[in-house]
């Protein structure tokens, strides 16, 4: 069971958060605080695991709580919240370490998620304290309820784009990164292949070849090639090449 502080200075969206963890299966005791300093106090009096974080405050706003939270010994798992999708720009800056990034209005299905993610880091080795976010490490928003916002440094001007997953064609191994292809363009990031692979499997992105995943709801042909092997042909005219010994997990993906 998860011990929960919610901190958002906009009572509204802080008792709608409140009652939506409350109702979670997952979580033994929920404390609101107001304020950054409030939620400071509460921290430094009783222990939680995880901390849903309002992005945007007065005073102490999320991103300089966050970042004294990772002073601690023993810190809680941030799960950030925020009405701005370019929130998750400051996320990067400080190099904090969320498991979740959830755009308001938040639904419930996205909380569970959250809650999930906490259980499942804790599991796996103790606290649930998250791991170091990479650009494609995902702080996440609802779009249609199963896409997610992905935070990546564009190559000019240190901006960073915010891309939905639903418009990733495919994503590419180069050495300790991967390339993103994306409707709006490529992007060089520091991941591995194989996580990509994982968390984004449930949604249609399929390891077809030792250097490709693809998203396979993009994908507008299916062409067979000489010696067995098949090319995939995305929504913009690319192809993604899959390995011969891929081809019939492929063609029972696809029912074929």
């Known amino acids: ?35 950054g300093s409030q939620a400071l106090r509460s921290l430094s009096d009783e222990r939680f695991d995880v901390v849903f974080l309002d992005v945007r405050m007065p005073g102490i706003d999320g991103l300089e709580l966050a970042n004294l939270l990772t002073q601690f010994a023993d810190p809680p798992a941030l799960v950030f919240v925020s009405a701005y999708e370019d929130g998750a720009v400051g996320v990067f800056e400080y190099d904090l370490r969320p498991i979740d990034y959830l755009m308001k209005p938040v639904s ?5 998620q959250a809650l999930q993610r906490a259980l499942g880091s804790e599991e796996a080795g ?22 997610e916002i992905i935070p ?48 984004w499997g449930a949604f249609g992105f399929v390891r077809v070849h030792r250097s490709y ?11 067979p090639e000489f010696g067995g092997a098949v090319t995939i042909v995305m929504a913009d005219g690319s192809t993604v090449p899959v390995a011969r010994r891929q081809v019939a997990d492929l063609r029972r993906r696809l029912r074929m």
Request: glycine share 6%; net charge neutral.
């Open 152 to 199: 990546v440094e564009h190559q000019r001007g240190g901006t960073t784009r915010l891309l939905d997953r639903s418009t990733v064609l495919f994503v590419q191994a180069e050495g300790d990164y991967v390339r993103i292809h994306a409707d709006s363009g490529r992007y060089l990031v520091r991941v591995a292949l194989s996580d990509i692979e994982q968390r």
């Open 108 to 112: 419930r299905a996205r909380v569970e």
């Open 126 to 147: 103790g606290r649930p304290t998250g791991q170091r976010v990479t650009s494609a490490e995902l702080p996440s928003a609802p779009v249609g309820m199963t896409d």
């Open 1 to 35: 069971m998860i011990r929960v502080l919610a901190v958002d200075d906009e009572r509204p969206a802080l008792e709608d958060i409140g009652r939506l963890l409350r109702d979670s299966p997952l979580v033994s005791d929920v404390v609101l605080a107001e304020s």
């Open 213 to 223: 995943v693809a998203n396979l709801r993009r994908a507008t042909e299916i062409r």
